[in-house]
């Protein structure tokens, strides 16, 4: 008994969920809006019960929103209406968890965040002594060019008109010059790794 | 942006849109169309020489005929796949008539390889296949693509597989009527290879050619073009 109460709820529901898209696609605002109101707490409880840890549950039940919006012209009339809405719902949600995934693929967990910033200070006596070593050693064995352009515009911090100035040469022959000591010295820190 | 906003800037400016035709009657157009150009094609390249003899050919007639009802179903699918709500089965329709065309081409290398043995079976590089195709299936292609995208992005990957594999069966069934090459394993390797080719190759990219709108596309498309 309960359950054909339930079912005529649903096919009422279905109908009028129907008779208000029609009327959206006809150019009825109020109506659409009534809908897509009606809408949100259905999919709200499709997409929490689906992920129930999703911190983003409204990111993605606005995602849906936008989706059931620009596809509407995609409902026909004559056919169900809620495997339509349904459709769209599942799919967007899986686009969400594969966009979480991927993030989540270049994402490590750590409890103490590690020291990266440039600044000595932020570092351990050790890290920095053995950095600056490592780049002194490596300017070293730069040739005259590259070291040049890197003292001028990576060290004094001239730009590169005033470097051009400087050490009379072209600002792409400078640009060419410090591209090539910072890959040289990235190769030679990957190596020593 | 709250939801409840978010519902209120969609509904603002609801423009009226007129609902998609059924997928089988975007199918026909499409086919009507994609037909007269490879025809035009045909045309211009000249049909084969012995072209009385094959037509006169079952086995001939079945071949061609069955890359036709694929690519006309392959239509068919791209377009329901298109559609949310429509039940999933109706992405495999071509299956039957790809299954048939295959069949036909293994049939005849079957008998290829009873009458010559392996020679029967040899393959030779012809590599005009591939560039041909594509080249006939291009506008068909385009065709079908502008088509799929009026629909929603629910299934991109098989959606640009059947919409290519449409545009490439195609095409197959065109390069036949022009192109004498008719030792099956030939026609097996190098034209249903070719078409198999494409549609993985599109398939790939379904995703990044098909994808949802974002807000902002999705109300600058309301505010220019009612659909």
Redesign the interface.
Known sequence: MRDSADTKTRRDREEHWRALMRS???????A??QL??EL?PLLRRVVTHKWPSAPDV?DV???V???L?????????N??FM??????TK??FA?AARRRYARSANETTVDVFPETFSGDQTKTEQETSTDQEDLRKLMSTLPGGQRQAIELLKIQGLSLQEASRVAGKSVASLKVGVHRAIKAMRDALERKT | ?R??E???T???????????A?PEWRAVPWFAISLGYVAAVVAAMGLRLDISTKLADWRFLAEVGAALATSMMAAASAFCA?????PVWERFAPVPFLALWLASLGIECWRDWLASGGAGLAIRPDLMCLPVILAISIVPGVLILIMIR???P??PISTMGLAALAAAALGAAGLRLFHTEDASIMVLVWQFGSVALLTGLEAIFGRRILR????Q??LA?DRHSP?
């Open positions: 959206g696609q006809n150019g009825d605002g109020k659409y809006a897509l109101s949100l409204e039940v606005q995602e929103l936008v989706s919006h620009t596809v509407r012209h995609t409902y026909d009339p056919r169900p495997p339509w809405v349904m459709t769209i799919c967007r686009d | 942006m939801t409840e978010l519902i209120a969609l509904t603002e400016n609801c423009s009226p849109v007129r609902p998609l059924h298109g559609c949310p709500g429509r009026r629909g929603a629910i299934a949802w709108p974002t807000l596309e999705a498309a659909r």
